[in-house]
């Protein structure tokens, strides 16, 4: 588990480990950069977005490869005959680069951080696609993926909890060769009107 991590003067992104064991990465060395994300894949949701930005920032890889990738984040509806519709953040994964790539599971930022409970705040977590996928998955040139993640009433709890003026949702998702993609973001406020419009329908 990653418990801080910072920039310090010098351009260098320092994370300490709760073993109490720290990582330093020059951010001017690409290739620093670019094992990092690829030795702690599992590791990369635990950083705030802050970190996570500048290291893509400083993670050139154009220089060697043709790469990239499309995250797109919106909100699904899947209205049912008799109500009780389902609410589902939908996430399309397009791959850009002109070789395959093996995308890793998405998972979510939210900015500002969520307030559990009082004193206990915490800005990542996992949803599971309804698509039953081992991921890694290989995704050709141009080959979209698209996953759906359906949104319960406790977890839309929190986020009508949480949907202040300024309050938004990222996804985000690596791949096997170290590379870190964004999606847009979602305005929660915007989601919240969303969900309670979707549960009123009837048809």
């Known amino acids: 588990m990653l418990n801080k991590s910072h920039i310090d003067g ?12 720290t990582i330093t990465i020059n ?42 990738a499309n ?3 919106t909100v699904i509806a899947a209205f049912a005959d008799f109500g009780n519709n389902a609410v589902l953040w939908g996430v399309t994964i397009t791959n850009l680069s002109k070789e395959h790539r093996y995308f890793n599971q998405p998972y979510f930022k ?24 081992k991921f890694p998955v290989r995704l050709e040139y141009g080959e979209v993926l698209s996953l759906t993640f359906e949104v319960n009433p406790n977890q839309f709890a929190l986020f009508q909890k949480n949907a202040t003026d300024d309050a938004f949702l990222t996804c985000y998702c690596g791949t096997t060769v170290g590379e ?18 979707i549960k009123k329908v009837r048809r």
């Open 10 to 21: 010098h351009g260098n992104v320092v994370i300490q480990d709760a073993d109490n064991s």
């Open 180 to 197: 870190l993609y964004n999606s847009n973001e979602y305005k929660l406020d915007k989601f919240v009107k969303d969900y309670e419009a």
């Open 110 to 133: 939210v900015s500002p951080k969520f307030e559990l409970e009082p004193g206990l705040e915490h800005d990542t977590f996992m949803m599971f696609p309804k698509e039953q996928l």
């Open 27 to 68: 951010l001017s060395d690409t290739e620093q950069v670019r094992k990092f994300f690829i030795d702690f894949q599992n590791k990369l949701f635990e950083l705030p977005r802050e970190i996570l930005a500048e290291l893509q920032k400083h993670n050139n890889l154009e220089s060697e490869m043709k790469v990239g």
């Open 71 to 73: 995250i797109y984040l």
